[in-house]
């Protein structure tokens, strides 16, 4: 089992840059990839991006590329992503989840393919 729990939303203008924290317990992320998603009110769940933990590569939907990083703390068992250039369509809430660690590209941006997800952090951006 793992446990996540997502920090750092809040509300932010256009143009500012907001930095989310998934912290895990349980169990280490080095056997999982990991992805972050975001919902809108009224929208489907949405692909922001994924890493796989053993790789440190990350993949981003071409929506947040450029704009949004993702990083690893391995020290702390922590994923970050990093959001700046933030526009109004990124409102949303943010979450973060862990699945298999060799997903490949296209089933990391998919959300069934994840096994864990924490409770989502609220980011919204002012225009």
């Known amino acids: 089992q793992v446990q996540l729990v997502e920090s750092g939303g809040g509300l932010v203008q256009a143009g500012g840059s907001l930095r989310l924290s998934c912290a895990a317990s349980?169990?280490?992320?080095?056997?999982?990839?990991m992805g972050w998603f975001r919902q809108a009110p009224g929208k489907e769940r949405e692909f922001v991006g994924h890493?796989?933990?053993?790789?440190?590569?990350?993949y981003y939907a071409d929506s947040v590329k450029g704009r949004f990083a993702i990083s690893r703390d391995t020290v702390k068992n922590t994923v970050h992503l990093q959001m700046s250039s933030l526009k109004p369509e990124d409102t949303a809430t943010y979450y973060c989840?862990?699945?298999?660690?060799?997903?490949?590209?296209?089933?990391?941006?998919?959300?069934?393919?994840?096994?864990?997800w924490g409770q989502g952090t609220q980011v919204t951006v002012s225009s």
């Open positions: 989840a862990a699945g298999p660690e060799y997903l490949t590209t296209y089933d990391g941006t998919q959300p069934e393919r994840y096994d864990y």
């Open positions: 349980g169990r280490t992320l080095s056997s999982y990839n």
């Open positions: 890493i796989r933990w053993s790789s440190d590569n990350p």
